[in-house]
């Protein structure tokens, strides 16, 4: 039987070799999947907030992008991944109320954009993405082989695609 960690929002997973790292529930919220294919190390973080400091740092470092994709950069480095053959993928960042004009209400995008510069300035490659829309997404990443499974549901609709 396959092992499965489940990370919870504002949370982080990382293993080797085998098994899944699955997040439930990502509306506004972003995972975030980091792999090394020769290694065959990998994780997933499940982001709440773009920015600690635009929050004052409170609480869990891993509630937001900017500093949970650091400590979820640091744990697969330690597990032996090589940060230049990293391979990253990103699900979620929907916008799960309508008619909300405010730009800082708009979390998701704001997940989404800090994912993509934070990914940027760490050097690392987006390889896949999910993002936008209104559906929530849940996620399994796949350690033996790198890819993650998607599944969302539009207007009742389950939609399941493999990155």
Known sequence: MTREIKVGIGDYAVGKG????????LGSCVGI????RVTKV???LH???PEAARYGHRGNPAKYVDTGLQLLLKEVL?????KFRLEAK???GAQMFQNIKSDELKIGERN???AKRELKKLGIRLVAEDTGGRGGRTIYLDLSTGKVRMRKVIGGQVIEKVY
């Open 18 to 25: 085998e098994g899944i790292i699955s997040t439930y529930g």
């Open 33 to 36: 999947t980091l792999y090394d």
């Open 42 to 44: 990998g994780g997933l």
């Open 47 to 49: 982001a709440l907030l």
């Open 78 to 82: 330690k597990l032996g991944a090589s």
């Open 90 to 92: 990103l699900f979620g």
């Open 112 to 114: 989404v954009q800090t």
